[in-house]
């Protein structure tokens, strides 16, 4: 099946730094992936949406100065959290859409649990 | 608005069976998935329904009436491994997924 990695699975950073995280699909071109932010015990939050070779579209309420999402080739897209701070403590799921498999389904990536002290 | 309703949470017993609802109200649709998360995890896909009825995948059945904007996925002769949370998620007219805010399984011994 599809298979989705991300990178790290755990960071802790100090507040005012900057974070990359990426996410790669490992068998598949992901012309779409998505990132997802999870507090604990919510639901996943959509952050924004990310085309290979375009700009991201972000959801309402995300600032895309301080989320940078790059979405350079087929298989990798990264996220930079800038300037972090505590209330950016979450964790981070990146999500790929395989184009040759049933629309709209997502390949999730295991995740990365940021702390920002 | 979209709007995905289902239960915060639901408790059942080793070896029972479960039926977990949803509902929805999305402009456009284009299926809807199933997802099991268990704690601390990303999100694994289960299921995938576009046409009405059921289907079934071994002890998981996920079941999609359109008319009625209803789904429901159901768990036989569960697990304790079973114990996580739920996604129903829809994809829209644009192919985004919208989701539930996800139902806690709690299995019992």
């Known amino acids: 099946g599809a298979v989705v990695s991300q990178h790290p699975s755990r960071v802790i950073c100090k507040s005012g730094t900057s974070v990359k995280i990426e996410c790669r699909s490992l068998?598949?071109?992901?012309?779409?992936m998505f990132w997802y932010r999870q507090f604990p015990k919510q639901s996943l939050m959509l952050m924004a949406t990310?085309?290979?070779?375009?700009?991201?579209?972000?959801e309402q309420g995300v600032e895309k100065d301080k989320f940078l999402i790059n979405h350079a080739s087929l298989t990798l897209s990264t996220l930079t959290v800038t300037s972090a701070h505590p209330e950016d403590s979450s964790f981070y799921i990146c999500?790929?859409?395989?184009?040759?498999?049933?629309?709209?389904?997502?390949?999730f990536g295991p995740g990365t649990r940021l702390t920002v002290t | 608005g979209q709007n995905i309703d289902q239960p915060t949470e639901m408790t059942a017993t080793e070896g029972a069976i479960v039926q977990i609802n949803c509902t929805y109200q999305?402009?456009?649709?284009?299926?809807l998935f199933w997802y099991q998360q268990h704690a601390g995890e990303a999100p694994t896909f289960l299921s995938y329904?576009?046409l009405d009825g059921l289907e079934e995948k071994g002890r998981f059945s996920s079941f999609l009436s359109r008319s009625k904007g209803y789904s429901y996925l159901l768990l036989k002769e569960l697990q304790m491994k079973d114990s996580a949370s739920y996604l129903c998620?829809?994809?829209?007219?644009?192919?985004?997924?919208?989701w539930g805010a996800g139902t806690k399984l709690i299995i019992k011994p």
């Open positions: 999305t402009s456009g649709f284009n299926g």
């Open positions: 998620a829809v994809s829209d007219s644009n192919y985004q997924l919208i």
């Open positions: 068998d598949f071109q992901a012309t779409t």
């Open positions: 990310s085309n290979e070779g375009s700009k991201a579209t972000y």
């Open positions: 999500s790929a859409r395989d184009p040759g498999r049933e629309v709209g389904e997502q390949y």
């Open positions: 329904n576009v």
